[in-house]
């Protein structure tokens, strides 16, 4: 070949490449390394691959979460902005309007993508409806790591606790209150969301592996308070004989402490909640829930600034990265301080 044809070769590739919108920096691994193990406990990673990377250049990333009206979220998203703070990363924060707007996250991820960031970090509303942009993202070697609930097929990693668990825990608990049994409710989060499909499975199933303790409606609560309220209004009406109410997240256990009190039953059903959001952990505090079963959203967007600096670095992340639970009750919750709070 003519050094004339590999000159003209080498400019027609730089050509198309930028043309895609692919941005291949000179220490970018050629193509990010997958782990070799299924999973990792996030308290393990640090032993397995050693400190987080420092970057080598001035980075840009990005975080599309579900909403920022949630709590839950809104800690993620304070974890996000103080890790990447930490780094002198650049970040950016995009929001849907609410936990159903699948589109609305969509356009806002493919808009963020189209700014060339250097790691996209996501939390999907659904397992499928951010699938182009984690595509898009990989073909234009950008690690992707989605934090909580929706996996999606093809990123780089995902990190959340075991969900099936998390709703386990919260069965574990209302039997640990009532051991000699009772009947107890679920209100469910939105029909789409993983997590919820997870949490709804783990409370059912150990419920019904003590025996006594009988589920005897599990209604849909669609992360809405009111919904959840209205819901548990109604269960309350059925079955006023119920001993404790599971709700997937802690916004809709809010609106089953409303139909609790509502009811005058407050003395007599045990409410639980998920998440361990600030505003949960002050109510289990004040003797009014019971307890959260804790997720820890600060923690894990610590860890997804994290992961995308180890994945950045070319270490074989891998695909999931489990990050800790607990439940929190009146007698520990002292030992769970407050993360800082999310900046807009």
């Known amino acids: 070949m003519s050094r004339k044809l590999a000159l003209l070769l080498t400019v027609s590739l730089a050509a198309l490449t930028w043309s895609a919108g692919i941005s291949f920096a000179a220490d970018a691994c050629p193509a990010y390394p997958a782990g070799t193990a299924d999973k990792i406990e996030s308290k393990d990673v640090e032993g397995k691959f050693g400190a987080v990377p420092a970057p080598k250049k001035e980075l840009h990333f990005a975080y599309v979460t579900k909403t920022l009206i949630n709590e839950f979220w809104q800690g993620v998203a304070s974890g996000v902005q103080v890790e990447a703070a930490k780094y002198k990363i650049k970040v950016d924060i995009q929001a849907a309007k609410d936990e159903s707007s699948l589109v609305d996250q969509l356009n806002l991820a493919q808009t963020i993508l189209s700014n060339k960031v250097d790691a996209l970090l996501l939390s999907p509303q659904s397992d499928t409806n951010l699938a182009p942009v984690v595509e898009a993202a990989k073909a234009a070697n950008i690690p992707t790591i989605i934090i909580d609930d929706a996996r999606t097929e093809g990123a780089s990693t995902y990190i959340g606790t075991d969900q099936v668990a998390i709703g386990a825990k919260a069965a574990d608990y209302l039997h640990t209150l009532y051991p000699n049994g009772g009947n107890v409710a679920q209100i469910e989060g939105q029909a789409g969301s993983p997590n919820a499909r997870k949490r709804i499975q783990g409370f059912k199933e150990t419920a019904a592996k003590y025996g006594n303790l009988k589920l005897i409606a599990s209604q849909p609560g669609d992360w809405d308070r009111l919904t959840a309220m209205n819901a548990t209004a109604n269960i309350l009406r059925e079955h006023p004989d119920i001993v404790g109410v599971y709700a997937n997240n802690d916004g809709m256990a809010?609106?089953?402490?409303?139909?609790?009190?509502?009811?005058?039953?407050?003395?007599?059903?045990?409410?639980?909640?998920?998440?361990?959001?600030?505003?949960?952990?002050?109510?289990v505090a004040d003797g009014q829930m019971k307890a959260t079963v804790a997720e820890f959203p600060y923690d894990e967007g610590v860890l997804g600034v994290q992961m995308a600096l180890r994945i950045l670095g070319c270490q074989p992340i891998p695909p999931w990265v489990i990050s800790p639970q607990a439940t929190i009750t009146k007698e520990n919750v002292k030992d769970f301080p407050n993360p800082p709070a999310f900046k807009q």
């Open 254 to 283: 809010f609106g089953v402490y409303e139909a609790v009190t509502a009811a005058k039953l407050t003395d007599k059903v045990s409410v639980v909640g998920t998440d361990g959001i600030p505003q949960a952990k002050q109510s």
